[in-house]
């Protein structure tokens, strides 16, 4: 199959660069700038995109590259710190000083097979301070702005391009399709990634591989566990069993849902699990987060590896892990901050062969296509992400079955609330919290003392970092009314404005 590679120096839009490649149908993967140059030879890349990345071409903590790169004779795309990178080692100067930063009209060489189809003025997104102040022999300079003298240059007989700004962010008007033309004008690739041919043969590897053997999967109800278990019962049916732990700290209703889908709706051969009196009863008294944390993670694997032991041996164990949890990064420490979101040690408790992960290629929003493809219900597979520990890091303090309760019904009216006024695709992740927090109020004639909810809705791309929502003041108001109205114990309703950072998403 054609593939491109996106070579990662570190930027913050590097995911972004290799989802927009594949969204143009072409594969792609992400591999860090320590990748030997001999691998990067042998892998038969129909093209290589150089991505940005926080440091310099020059001085003592310059970041560079074998320049045996430029000569494979593969198409090359540098994007802002990738495009100084090709310049420099080509010959060029980069040198600091032209500090560009946002939208900024760009004027186009349309003669450039990079730029087909684009208007001679087109506003671009720009995030630079060092800049090409001289393009190396055999280039020419395809792009200007007001500040900046290179803000693209090419050598098409050499099929090395460059652009200043970052085509990859939505900010870049036509920025999709510069890199469908790099991937169709330069690289030739003929488009052949698509989720409808990765499902069908996924599924027909998967048959094959697996054969009469039995399979096991952990079923979440979220959205990876959820396609990689369809994709194996479309694969190997009764021979998959799916196991799913309710820890009583779900939202409302969710456990019914996974049961009738999965069960009632697929006829998947799922074990359901009430654990909550034994999660419940482990957590009494504790409040830090972290505690509660590793205790939901110890009695899910407790009871996880209680069930798989009923069951007995198996060939295979599904895991739902996607692309992003894969992705080595070799530059900065990304990976680390979000380990301790996973709920890791499974495998361990399990006896099995094989460890088997179909959607380790792909994308969160490839996951949800191929969901599509395999039929799932819109409702499922546009699922916000919800923790693993669940209600568990939502409410703030001990948890009691009283205080579950609550949250989920005050839960259940926001999110109710934020998909009556259409926004449920728009943010990232919304949910409520209950605090530990009780004030004084009025109802009718009686004084209340009640905890206070507050409503947390981000928008994101990518979890890492997150700006509130900017919800409607008629939506706020119309979820503060029901929730005080209709949860009993709530007296009072505040909505977090805090992005992330300096504040996380979940409270806990
Ligand atoms: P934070 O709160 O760190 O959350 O900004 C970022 C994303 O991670 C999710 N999250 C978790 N997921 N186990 C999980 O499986 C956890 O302990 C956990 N804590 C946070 C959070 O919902 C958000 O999507």
């Not at 301070?129 to 500040?147: A, E, R, V």
């Not at 048959?207 to 190997?236: E, P, T």
């Not at 900065?332 to 094989?354: M, T, Y």
């Amino acid at each position: 199959m054609e593939k491109v590679l996106v070579l990662d120096f570190g930027g913050q839009y590097n995911q972004l660069i290799a989802r927009r490649v594949r969204e143009n149908n072409v594969y792609s993967e992400i591999r860090p700038y320590t990748a030997p140059i001999e691998e990067i030879a042998a892998a038969g890349y129909k093209g290589i995109i150089l991505t940005g990345g926080p440091k310099s071409v020059y001085g003592e903590n310059a970041v560079l590259y074998s320049k045996k790169l430029f000569e494979l004779g593969v198409p090359i795309l540098g994007i802002c710190y990738g495009a100084q990178l090709m310049s420099h080692m080509l010959g060029g100067v980069v040198e600091a000083g032209a500090n560009e930063y946002g939208k900024v009209e760009v004027k186009v060489d349309q003669k450039s097979k990079l730029f087909a189809d684009i208007p001679a003025k087109t506003v671009c997104w720009m995030s630079h301070t060092d800049y090409i102040k001289q393009i190396p022999l055999g280039f020419k300079i395809i792009g200007k702005t007001d500040d900046c003298p290179v803000a693209a240059m090419e050598n098409a007989a050499d099929k090395l391009y460059a652009v200043q700004f970052h085509p990859e962010v939505m900010h870049t008007q036509l920025g999709s399709q510069m890199i469908r033309n790099f991937l169709y004008n330069v690289c030739e690739c003929k488009g052949e990634w698509t989720m409808s041919s990765f499902t069908t043969h996924t599924i027909e590897d998967l048959k094959n591989k697996i054969g009469n053997k039995k399979v096991l999967c952990a079923l979440s109800g979220g959205v990876d566990s959820s396609v990689a278990a369809l994709l194996l019962h479309r694969a190997v049916g009764d021979n998959l069993t799916c196991i799913f732990v309710d820890h009583g700290l779900l939202r409302k209703d969710e456990a019914n849902q996974v049961n009738n889908l999965f069960k009632g709706t697929y006829n998947i051969n799922l074990i359901s699990i009430d654990a909550s009196e034994q999660f419940l009863g482990q957590l009494r008294g504790i409040s830090e987060p972290e505690q509660k944390r590793k205790i939901i993670g110890r009695e899910f694997i407790r009871v996880f590896e209680a069930e798989a032991k009923k069951i007995g041996k198996v060939d295979y164990l599904v895991q739902g892990t996607i692309y992003p949890d894969c992705i080595e990064s070799g530059v900065g420490d990304a990976a680390l901050i979000k380990s301790h979101h996973n709920v890791g040690g499974l495998p361990d408790h399990v006896d099995f062969d094989e460890i088997i992960e179909p959607l380790r290629d792909l994308f969160k929003d490839e996951v949800r296509k191929v969901g599509l493809e395999l039929g799932m219900p819109e409702n499922m597979v546009y699922r916000q992400p919800f923790p693993g520990p669940g209600l568990g890091v939502r409410i703030i303090g001990e948890l009691t079955r009283e205080k579950i309760a609550i949250l989920q019904d005050a839960d259940a009216i926001f999110r109710e609330e934020i998909a009556n006024a259409g926004l449920d695709r728009e943010i990232g992740q919304y949910f409520a919290v209950l605090t530990n927090m009780r004030s004084v109020g009025v109802m009718g004639d009686f004084r209340t003392y009640d905890y206070t909810v507050a409503l947390r809705a981000v928008t994101t791309s990518d979890f890492m970092t997150a700006d509130w929502a900017r919800i409607p003041y008629d939506v706020l108001d119309a979820a503060s009314r029901r929730i005080v109205n209709e949860v009993k114990g709530v007296n009072r309703i505040v909505y977090d404005i805090t992005s992330k950072p300096p504040a996380t998403i979940e409270w806990e």
